[in-house]
């Protein structure tokens, strides 16, 4: 095994440390705790992360007291929710650009041909292409193949193959797409609460999401919420409502996670509870092999497919077909399994595979498991 990688967190919160020295044992990085920069220096680090509180002359006091005998050693400021990813970043780059998707041809399959800088414009713009492009639907579950959430075939089935997926594919995409072009960005997961009766107990977290860092400001990113998936950035530290070009969004403090609700015809209805707690890319392994292979999971007992365009939303549950405009009317339709497939086609712009056919029939029927 290698040798360890060593981090000073200088500054930062004792829950902050304890949370990076977790997240990142399995990666083989060890991360110590300082409060008193008077007793920093008992050993060489490869890293030292100043916490945003640190002033400037305390910074350079360390940095001066460091460079007596480790002359290269490097030192960030990062504000709290961005530990972590930073930490991963600057020690394991090779790593990390192996994983980076090919922008080109990223673009090309959503569409997109605007710049690709790290800017609130570039992420709104990429928000509004990514649903409009590739679909969210489980066709791969229901046929039990599988989910492989690795970069190479989520690359492989999203953007060459001109497939979509669900978010643990989706979010995953759209992170690396972030990292690429330069964005700081880290993976969060989400209790669902969407469609779920008020009295229903609590859901398992089960949804992936994004948060996004510009200029100290978080934002929520979200590619793969199916149905309401949020198409802009939604501010993650105000609790006003937020407009897109669809529904309005607001994110709501509860009980030490956030609440994000969308507004439909006038009444608030709750999305999903956002925990803050840091996922790194192998935390969702387990969370993406019961959502495909677990007997209970709900993605193997209906077939779900969902686009949104600037002119619709369009959601698929087994045979009934849902057209949802920005301006609130709602249209519902019920199709038989040749127009499944026409709409797969036609609507979710998903290249249909003759092996889907008993699927689709399942589908028509109501997915009934006894036909």
């Known amino acids: 095994m290698s040798a360890s990688k060593q981090v000073l967190l200088i500054g930062c919160a004792p829950s902050i440390v304890d949370t990076a020295r977790q997240e990142l044992r399995a990666l083989n990085i060890q991360v110590y705790g300082c409060d008193n920069i008077e007793h920093c220096r008992s ?11 640190l002033s400037a002359s305390e910074r350079t006091y360390v940095k001066g007291q460091f460079s007596t005998y480790q002359r290269d050693l490097r030192f960030e ?29 990223y673009r090309d399959r959503i569409g997109y041909s605007g710049p690709l800088e790290p800017t609130i414009e570039t992420l709104s713009a990429l928000l509004r292409h990514h649903p409009a492009a590739i679909s969210y639907e489980n066709i791969d579950i229901l046929l039990d193949r599988g989910i492989d959430i690795s970069p190479g075939a989520v690359d492989g089935k999203l953007i060459h193959r001109r497939r979509g997926g669900y978010c643990y594919e989706q979010n995953a995409l759209f992170k690396r797409v972030l990292m690429a072009i330069g964005f700081q960005v880290e993976g969060l997961v989400a209790r669902v609460q969407w469609t779920a009766p008020a009295d229903a107990p609590p859901r398992r977290r089960s949804h992936m999401a994004l948060r ?73 392994d387990p969370l993406n092999w019961f959502a495909a292979s677990h007997p209970t999971s709900h993605f193997r007992d209906s077939l779900k497919v969902a686009r949104t365009t600037a002119k619709a939303r369009y959601t698929l549950l087994n ?53």
């Open 212 to 284: 996004v860092m510009l200029d100290d400001v978080a934002w929520l990113a979200d590619v793969g919420f199916g149905s309401c998936v949020p198409t802009a950035p939604l501010r993650l530290d105000t609790t006003h409502a937020q407009e897109t070009e669809h529904e309005a969004f607001r994110v709501l403090p509860f009980q030490g996670a956030l609440a994000v609700q969308v507004r439909i015809l006038d009444e608030w209805k709750p999305l999903y509870e956002l925990a803050s707690d840091v996922c790194l890319d192998h935390d969702y």
């Open 319 to 371: 045979g009934k077909l849902t057209t949802r405009t920005p301006d609130g009317r709602t249209e519902r339709q019920v199709l038989n399994a040749s127009e499944i497939a026409d709409a797969l086609r036609q609507i979710f712009v998903l290249p249909v595979e003759p092996n889907w056919l008993p699927i689709l029939h399942k589908a028509a029927s109501g997915f009934d498991k006894a036909q």
């Open 77 to 105: 400021t990062v504000t709290s929710p961005l530990v972590v990813w930073r930490i991963v970043e600057a020690l394991m780059p090779a790593k990390s650009q192996t994983k980076l998707v090919n922008l080109n041809a």
């Open 43 to 53: 050993q060489f680090y490869d890293l030292v992360i100043f916490g945003v509180g």
